[in-house]
T-cell receptor, first 118, second 113 residues
Framework: AQKVTQAQTEISVVEKEDVTLDCVYE???????LFWYKQPPSGELVFLIR??????QNEISGRYSWNFQKSTSSFNFTITASQVVDSAVYFC???????????????FGKGTKLSVIP | NAGVTQTPKFQVLKTGQSMTLQCAQD?????MSWYRQDPGMGLRLIHY???????DQGEVPNGYNVSRSTTEDFPLRLLSAAPSQTSVYFC????????????FGPGTRLTVT
């Protein structure tokens, strides 16, 4: 079973639409950390947000917002009024204390490719 | 402040050849790691290091070696390249470890023929 599931492989939206990228995770730990990274077409990976398992407050940063719900093991990412520059692959990631056969792992989802059409 | 640098940017190898991908950071980060990115697979951890002299395996370590003789450098060695190692390789560093923001290098695109 995947530890981090991003069920949406590709999403296309028209500019100015809102879009939500889903992330569902699986862990046995009570202490863990969740991340979102952005990979624009240029290829570099850019950190967006970090959230620890004890902080369920939603966070907003400009047009970006994140909804963390432990009850559903989800950490979803919403872009409001999308822009062409938001076109990228977005990765959700999980860091947990216990990860079975491989400790100290930061596990990434497979990514969601977002295309914003002008 | 260069951040995380990787060389080369592109490399083509023949099956069986060996080579070293270089990674360096100038942020005095203790934690460094190597990932490979394959289409539809996300990023998978190859090896990581929590400080000079300390390395450990990640999810997909077979066919790769690492060493960490200094805080700054974390080279990844391909012992005998195979077509299955065709991928984009990213090096990352973090001040406090995997629970914190990772700074990624620009990546190395490797093709093994």
């Amino acid at each position: 079973a995947q530890k981090v599931t991003q069920a949406q492989t590709e999403i296309s939206v028209v500019e100015k639409e809102d879009v939500t990228l889903d992330c569902v995770y699986e862990t046995r730990d009570t202490t863990y950390y969740l991340f979102w990274y952005k990979q624009p077409p240029s290829g570099e990976l850019v950190f967006l947000i970090r959230r620890n398992s004890f902080d369920e407050q939603n966070e907003i940063s400009g047009r970006y917002s994140w909804n963390f719900q432990k009850s559903t093991s989800s950490f979803n990412f919403t872009i409001t009024a999308s822009q062409v520059v938001d076109s990228a692959v977005y990765f959700c990631a999980l860091s947990e204390s216990y990860s079975g056969a491989g400790s100290y792992q930061l596990t990434f989802g497979k990514g969601t490719k977002l295309s914003v059409i002008p | 402040n260069a951040g995380v640098t990787q060389t080369p940017k592109f490399q083509v190898l023949k099956t069986g050849q060996s080579m070293t991908l270089q990674c360096a950071q100038d942020m005095n980060h203790e934690y460094m790691s190597w990932y490979r990115q394959d289409p539809g697979m996300g990023l998978r951890l190859i090896h990581y290091s929590v400080g000079a002299g300390i390395t450990d395996q990640g999810e997909v370590p077979n066919g790769y070696n690492v060493s960490r003789s200094t805080t700054e450098d974390f080279p990844l060695r391909l012992l005998s390249a195979a077509p299955s190692q065709t991928s984009v390789y990213f090096c990352a560093s973090s001040l406090y470890g995997r629970d914190y923001e990772q700074y990624f290098g620009p990546g190395t695109r490797l093709t093994v023929t």
